[in-house]
């Protein structure tokens, strides 16, 4: 019982320091969740992650359904989803009901512009340090430049953009190719 | 409207919108302009941008002040908070079930041959993707003036590489984010208020 308590508390911190999207959760799962708790590897983080951005649903709640039902089962995926949902709520209905008035205090806006600007630096620094755990071999990097180009190329018109789960059904094809190709590699 | 309506809505939009808050933002449209009369687009516009400042993922937010949008014009304060609840819950069941499911059948298959293949060439492919969706961001927050077009924004961009400069250095690599976002807080202040 006191661990989905753990687990509603954990993903509330979590939920109350998201801003932004999905993404922007990630420098605080990486602390929280893998250094603090140990509930899962930087790898796991990622996987949960791809998984979340491919089915439907928020990314941050499906990060958090995830790791909350490994640790928990059933009970522990709603704790954590709970925990990660209530800040939102309880400080969107207190703002709509209360502070209308909140974004055009001039102080607010800018602690904004300002945690916009540290959360590009969280972002890079936990891009950076989860890069070099991922990225294993030179089969990791090849992919990983692979899939970057073809984003870039994306972004910037060069070839019509890619979505998120065509590229994750290349990467599975390839994974599944490169692995067999180093199963050859070692019976020789 | 009924709280029923509400919750059958926004249970469609969490089992439809695949890839998070911004893939609502279609739905939540079809919705302003829809008989329901919740919400209009100027509603939805004010909603997106309260949404991305404050906590939490987009997606909950909006949810959450679309339903208490809907559930004021007709009961009220209370009917807002209720509202508020019943969009939210409703657009987080989906994924929630979905995402058990997965999650067990993940975990009987772990050790399985195919699955741990595929998920080696993922995990360098999500880095990418991690890593582009990363760029998006700071070319937004960083490269961007206000009227859309490229502009470096030099307080914020010296604001951001100072602070990931800091957060290479050994002893403070133990600091929480939540600390460096409260600095950011106060540093954007200092700087609005100079």
Known sequence: MKKLWILFWTFAKIGAMTFGGGLTMLPLLTREIVEKKKWATEDELLDYYVIGQCTPGIIAVNTATFIGYYQAGIWGGIFATLGMVTPSVVIILTMAAVLQGFLSVAAVAYALTGIRAVVCALLANTVINLGKKSLVDGWCVAIFVVVLALCFLGDFGVIPPLSSVVIVIFAALLGILICKIKDRRAEK | ?194
């Open chain 2, 1 to 194: 409207m009924t709280f029923l309506q509400l919750f059958y809505e926004f249970f469609k939009i969490g089992l439809f919108a695949v890839g998070g808050g911004p893939a609502t933002i279609p739905f939540l449209s079809d919705l302003a302009a829809s008989s329901y009369g919740w919400f209009n687009s100027a509603q939805l516009a004010d909603m997106i941008a309260i949404a991305e400042s404050t906590p939490g993922p987009i997606g909950i937010n909006m949810a959450t002040y679309a339903g208490y949008n809907a559930g004021y014009n007709v009961f009220g304060l209370a009917g807002g908070i209720l509202g508020g609840i019943v969009a939210t819950t409703a657009l987080v069941l989906p994924s929630l079930i979905i995402i058990m499911i997965i999650a067990n059948f993940l975990a009987k298959f772990s050790k399985n041959k195919t699955v741990r293949a595929v998920f080696y060439g993922l995990r360098p492919a999500v880095m990418a993707l991690i890593a582009s969706a990363v760029v998006g961001i700071m070319q937004i927050a960083l490269f961007t003036d206000e009227n859309g077009a490229f502009g470096v924004q030099y307080p914020l961009l010296i604001i951001t590489v100072v602070l990931f400069l800091l957060m290479q250095i050994k002893k403070l690599k133990k600091l929480h984010p939540a600390f460096w976002l409260a600095i950011g807080a106060v540093m954007g202040i200092v700087l609005g208020f100079v």
